[in-house]
């Protein structure tokens, strides 16, 4: 397996990042300026990159409106995480024997709390693909919602839809148990947002691979600087511009 090739040749995440800074042109400087500010905005966690909230606006803005229809959400989120993925604009890559055991076990009984321990703000994850499911990967970031002072973990699936290549939002509440929050995810991704079963049904496995990235080193924190000298993982030189990416599981 070559760890590179796939980074050079289509970069999915770079794309999805392109075409939404050209469908939102003005979306990036503005999210930055509310990162400026964020004292007199009312601090967030260091883990959360920017709340959802500066990506309402920002696409308020673009749009030449105040308020967006409900159906906005999905957008809001998609913004949201590939705004944090700019800054880091890291790809990780499992071994495939570590992948396949992480992706086909249960959860584990952890508090929720041990995803605020992600290596970066926001990642992208390379899953397999088949036949069955043409997933490519997911980004996963952090949430803060202030309003009702809870933290959340999104996942934006990249998957390959009719239409061409989309990103599935998923929110985990992070409350209590983690199973607890994924099941329930689980349930309203089929029931309420009419998301095939069998996506939903990766989503333990894919929450399993983030876990490892957040437990499998003890001086892991909020940056990529504290991977560098993680065992688990190891840097690939690309030269896709400045994506980087990592190897877990070596």
Same mark, same amino acid.
């Given at each position: ?9 289509? *970069? ?10 050209? &469908?939102?042109? &003005? ?30 606006? /920002? ?40 992948? #396949? ?69 998923? #929110? ?6 983690? /199973? ?17 079963? #069998? ?14 990235? *957040? ?15 993680? &065992? ?17 599981? &070596?």
């Amino acid at each position: 397996m070559n760890p590179v090739s796939a980074f050079e040749k289509n *970069c999915r995440p770079l794309n999805h990042l392109i075409a939404a800074g050209e &469908q939102y042109p &003005q979306a990036w400087l503005f999210i930055v300026d509310y990162r400026v500010s964020r004292v007199s905005r009312g601090c967030w966690p260091e883990w959360c990159y920017c709340p959802l909230s500066a990506s309402y606006t /920002a696409i308020c803005q673009d749009a030449g409106t105040d308020r967006l229809p409900i159906e906005s959400g999905d957008d809001i989120a998609r913004l949201g995480g590939l705004a944090a993925w700019r800054v880091s604009q890291s790809i990780y890559r499992f071994n495939r024997r570590i992948y #396949k055991s992480l992706i086909g076990t249960q959860v584990a009984s952890a508090h929720c709390d041990v995803l605020l321990r992600m290596p970066e703000q926001c990642i992208y994850i390379e899953t397999l693909v088949n036949n069955v499911l043409p997933i490519h990967g997911f980004f996963a970031f952090l949430e803060y919602n202030a309003k009702i002072c809870r933290n959340q973990l999104w996942l934006l699936i990249d998957a390959d839809m009719p239409d061409g290549p989309s990103l599935v939002p998923v #929110k985990i509440e992070l409350i209590g148990p983690l /199973a607890s929050g994924i099941k329930s995810a689980m349930s309203r991704m089929v029931y309420f947002d009419g998301i095939n079963y #069998k996506v939903a049904d990766m989503v333990p496995g894919y929450v399993n691979l983030l876990l490892y990235l *957040c437990t499998s080193s003890a001086d892991i924190g909020a940056g990529p600087s504290n991977l560098v000298n993680r &065992q688990t993982c190891h840097k690939e030189a690309l030269e896709s511009g400045s994506v980087v990416g990592w190897i877990a599981g &070596q």
